[in-house]
């Protein structure tokens, strides 16, 4: 009898810690969030999207997202004299970016706000409308109209804050620079990179 009652203890003593780690270390999750915000430079715009990721650890989540965004008259990486030549209409973009955030405080802690950092990599394809693109003088056609397109890759750097509303769902405010690689302009020989700053509010859950 009191050999048995030593293996119970032994097992209980050996065990405990595991298990005691095992409780304070999150489960690794999934979340979906839906995404809307607004341009704040170079040009003024709204973005919508949405995407998914996983966390791990009490820190740290990876994700996909896809924004759509509205530029109006300005589209990425086309230079000021290029669209005082060739006014632009109907600029839109289809952003992908595959994003790596490290949470500033512990999933663990008894937080209302949970502060963050995010870096993304990923490619943005641009569609924007221009009179007819006509080499030297020549004429233009009355009303006539080119589509234009070109895709560039982006890197982003951002912050935002987590707030939970209640279990399971929350709201995410962030903000995020997004830079854009240099490359062949689509109405000019040489284009240039360019940088977009972006406000937006997400719903994760």
């Given at each position: 009898?009191?050999?048995?009652?030593s293996?119970?203890?032994?097992?209980?003593?050996?065990?405990?810690?595991?298990?005691?780690?095992?409780?304070?270390?999150?489960?690794?999750?999934a979340?979906?969030?839906?995404?809307?915000?607004g341009?704040?430079?170079?040009a003024?715009?709204?973005?919508?999207g949405g995407?998914?990721?996983?966390?791990w650890?009490?820190?740290?989540a990876?994700?996909?997202?896809?924004?759509?965004?509205?530029?109006?008259?300005y589209?990425?990486?086309?230079?000021?004299?290029a669209?005082?030549v060739?006014?632009i209409s109907?600029?839109?973009?289809?952003?992908?970016?595959?994003?790596?955030q490290?949470s500033?405080?512990s999933?663990?802690?008894?937080?209302?706000?949970?502060?963050?950092?995010?870096?993304?990599?990923?490619?943005?394809?641009?569609?924007?409308v221009?009179?007819?693109i006509?080499c030297?003088?020549?004429?233009?056609?009355?009303?006539?109209?080119?589509?234009?397109?070109?895709?560039?890759?982006?890197?982003?750097?951002?912050?935002?804050?987590?707030?939970p509303?209640?279990?399971?769902?929350g709201?995410?405010?962030?903000l995020?620079?997004?830079l854009?690689?240099?490359?062949?302009?689509?109405?000019?020989?040489?284009g240039?990179?360019?940088?977009?700053?972006?406000?937006?509010?997400?719903?994760?859950?």
């Open positions: 009898m009191n050999l048995r009652r293996w119970y203890v032994a097992i209980i003593f050996f065990c405990s810690p595991a298990l005691a780690q095992e409780r304070s270390e999150p489960k690794p999750y979340e979906f969030t839906l995404i809307a915000g341009l704040l430079k170079p003024t715009g709204s973005t919508l995407g998914f990721g996983i966390g650890g009490t820190r740290y990876a994700g996909l997202e896809i924004s759509h965004i509205q530029f109006g008259n589209a990425i990486g086309v230079t000021d004299a669209r005082s060739y006014p109907n600029s839109r973009a289809w952003d992908i970016t595959g994003n790596f490290l500033l405080l999933r663990t802690a008894q937080s209302r706000m949970n502060p963050y950092v995010t870096v993304g990599f990923g490619v943005v394809s641009s569609h924007f221009t009179p007819p006509t030297c003088f020549a004429p233009r056609t009355p009303g006539a109209t080119s589509e234009n397109k070109s895709s560039k890759a982006s890197y982003s750097l951002g912050s935002g804050v987590r707030i509303i209640r279990k399971g769902f709201i995410r405010p962030e995020k620079a997004s854009f690689s240099k490359d062949s302009d689509p109405i000019v020989p040489f240039k990179g360019d940088a977009l700053i972006r406000m937006s509010l997400g719903f994760y859950a």
